[in-house]
């Protein structure tokens, strides 16, 4: 929870004008959509190819959000047509996929900003035009838990969540132990993103 929330908060240092794309809505990605929509932010773009993390992710604050299974007309096209043409200042890639890092770098506005959190393979690279890059200020960067101290941080996740601004509760899901398959099943199909098994 806190790499989502911290990277929005606290490296991104997101603010009410500020237009975030969100790519991957697992735990890391729903939880930098809470983290948002907790700062007021104007546009908050969901993006994930399971049509069931998309529905959570409109109940805890996106604004919008696509569906990469089913987009037409590309990735890049459907954030600029939800953001005027000008693109996402923030832009939060929690996936890994370098296809998806790449579009993501390429929606990112003049001066904004790419953040990367998912994991991609080692030896993943990406193809960037050096001088498009530089004259347009973008930055690109990594985040590492958030960017945080879990001991100042968490603290402030639990205010939240007593005040009703981060519903974790939404994320997770109680099973029985001999419910496992189940928790596994529901997990792969995006219907719960965090299973508990009560022993």
């Known amino acids: 929870m806190q790499t989502g929330a911290g990277t929005v908060t606290e490296l991104g240092q997101a603010r009410a004008s500020d237009k975030l794309a969100i790519i991957g809505l697992g735990g890391v990605g729903l939880a930098a959509v809470m983290a948002a929509r907790h700062r007021g932010c104007r546009i908050i773009i969901g993006i994930d190819r399971v049509e069931a993390r998309l529905d959570l992710a409109r109940s805890l604050g996106a604004t919008h959000t696509i569906n990469t299974s089913t987009v037409g007309g590309g990735l890049e096209q459907a954030v600029r047509d939800i953001t005027s043409g000008s693109g996402t200042t923030i832009t939060i890639d929690a996936t890994g996929v370098v296809p998806l890092i790449q579009q993501g770098l390429e929606f990112t506005a003049n001066q904004g900003k790419m953040i990367l959190l998912g994991v991609a393979p080692m030896t993943a690279a990406l193809q960037v035009a050096l001088v498009s890059f530089m004259v347009t200020g973008k930055q690109s960067f990594g985040s590492m838990e958030g ?10 996740m639990i205010q939240w969540h007593r005040q009703g601004n981060f519903p974790i509760d ?8 001999e419910e496992f398959e189940k928790a596994i099943h529901d997990m792969e199909q995006g219907t719960t993103v965090k299973p508990i098994l009560l022993w």
């Open 147 to 156: 960017g945080v101290r879990p001991s100042d941080y968490v603290p402030r």
């Open 170 to 177: 939404k994320l997770v899901k109680y099973y029985k132990v």
